[in-house]
């Protein structure tokens, strides 16, 4: 396989490389551990680059979208989804709109004033489009990895559809088609996955029950983890015999699909696909400490996701063992003092000129980044299947006049 070297030489540094096979791996894996008939929607903000996403389609995701540019990149798909579900806070009328327009059909819906805004979209479209009502549940305990069960922007509270059950059946062009949970991110231990899915499960069937909203559909999120910036490989999950079980018992007609059921994920299926290579630039020393100064920085890797973590990046190629390790601080090239990517971590001897690979930034890395601060030129991202290059593109940032 082509090392980081070669690819810097062929490519320039620094350069964002996805492997496919990983990302097809990632796909079958996950599509075998969930029930059957369920369907899983790609989470396209964790990577947006259309040859991905034109493999997960093509593997059998849906997908989900939080955007017009990432419908847009469906459209542009060689594959046609299964399943899209338009998700997201806060869309405007120009948004959904537009979305509609595109054709989207199945929206998360996060608000009563949402509900209507769309209903009233469709109407004046001429469409029957489908909700999910997501609910931020009062759900099982797993502290720091739930998104809801607290105060969030995100969703509805189930407490709100059981005092106002009236505020979530109205619309004749926008129906209530069931509920969409997610409330939790990179949870590796498969029982919590489990009690996150059926707590979700039972608070669905009470709003089903108590508030008389339908459930043709029901949204049972994700959390399906992938290491980040690190090493280590994405868990195995065995989950399917299990959920199988607890939808028999539960919500006996679901293998009819009544409800259909949908899973959602974006790091799981790209993350450890990805690495992202990058040249060391410079070594000092400042008051004691060392810093490795590296052509990358948070414009290109982890403004978004990498907040407060530690990446731990790889020489390439590996040391011989018997080199001491050094401790330093990495920083990119940006100036801001905020540009660090790692705070005194080990590393292999380091010099101007070494290649290193943050290794599992397949989600949530370019993508999630600065990438306009300092008018910097985005790395290249290269496409390998095998050996063979795919693709290698460049993301520019353009200022066009008005249309
Ligand atoms: C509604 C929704 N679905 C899916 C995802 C994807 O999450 P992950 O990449 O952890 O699978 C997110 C992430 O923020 C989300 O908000």
């Known amino acids: 396989l082509r090392d980081a070297r070669r690819l810097v030489e062929e490519f320039g540094s620094p350069l964002y490389v996805y492997r496919l096979e990983q990302v097809q791996a990632a796909c079958d894996d996950l599509l075998k551990t969930l029930p059957q008939p369920s369907t899983l929607l790609y989470s396209l903000k964790a990577n947006p680059h259309p040859v991905l996403v034109s493999a997960l389609l093509a593997g059998g995701c849906g997908g989900e979208v939080s955007s017009i540019g990432e419908l847009e990149l469906l459209d542009g798909s060689t594959t046609a ?40 979209v469709a109407a004046r479209q001429g469409v029957l489009v489908d909700c999910l009502i997501r609910v931020n549940p009062s759900g099982p305990g797993v502290a720091g990895q739930l998104l809801g069960a607290a105060p969030v922007q995100f969703g509805v509270d189930a407490t709100r559809m059981l005092d106002e059950p009236e505020s979530f059946r109205r619309g004749r062009s926008a129906r209530v088609a069931g509920l969409h949970f997610y409330t939790a991110t990179n949870v590796r231990d498969q029982a919590k996955l489990l009690t996150i899915f059926e707590s979700h499960i039972s608070t669905a069937l009470e709003l089903r029950d108590r508030c008389d909203v339908p ?19 994405r868990p195995r999950y065995r989950l399917r015999q299990a959920l199988e079980t607890v939808l028999d018992c539960r919500l006996p007609l679901w293998r009819r699909g009544s409800p259909a059921i949908l899973f959602e994920s974006g790091r799981h299926l790209v993350g450890t696909a990805g ?8 070594v000092k020393r400042s008051r004691g400490r060392t810093f490795v100064v590296l052509d990358t920085g948070i414009h290109h890797i982890g403004g978004l ?31 801001t003092p905020a540009d660090v990517l790692s705070r005194n971590v080990e ?7 070494d290649t290193l690979v943050i290794p599992n930034v397949g989600a949530y890395g370019l993508t999630a980044s600065l990438i306009g601060f300092l008018s910097r030129q985005a790395p290249l991202e290269v496409v390998l299947s095998g050996d063979e290059v795919l693709s290698a593109t460049r993301i520019s940032l353009d200022r066009r006049p008005m249309d």
């Open 275 to 282: 690495e992202l290579v990058c040249t060391v630039v410079d």
């Open 347 to 353: 590393l292999a001897p380091t010099s101007p000129g």
């Open 305 to 335: 996701a990498g907040l407060g973590r530690t990446f731990r990046p790889a020489l390439t190629p590996s040391p011989a063992a018997s080199e001491p390790a050094m401790r330093a601080d990495l920083t990119g090239s940006l100036c």
């Open 215 to 233: 459930l043709r559909t029901l949204g049972l999120g994700g959390g399906f983890a992938a290491p980040y910036g690190q090493p280590g490989a």
């Open 81 to 120: 989804p299964r399943t899209v579900l338009y998700t997201g806070p806060g869309k405007t009328t120009v948004e959904l709109t537009a979305a509609v327009q595109r054709g989207a059909r199945l929206f998360s819906v996060e608000s009563p004033l949402e509900l209507e805004r769309l209903n009233e």
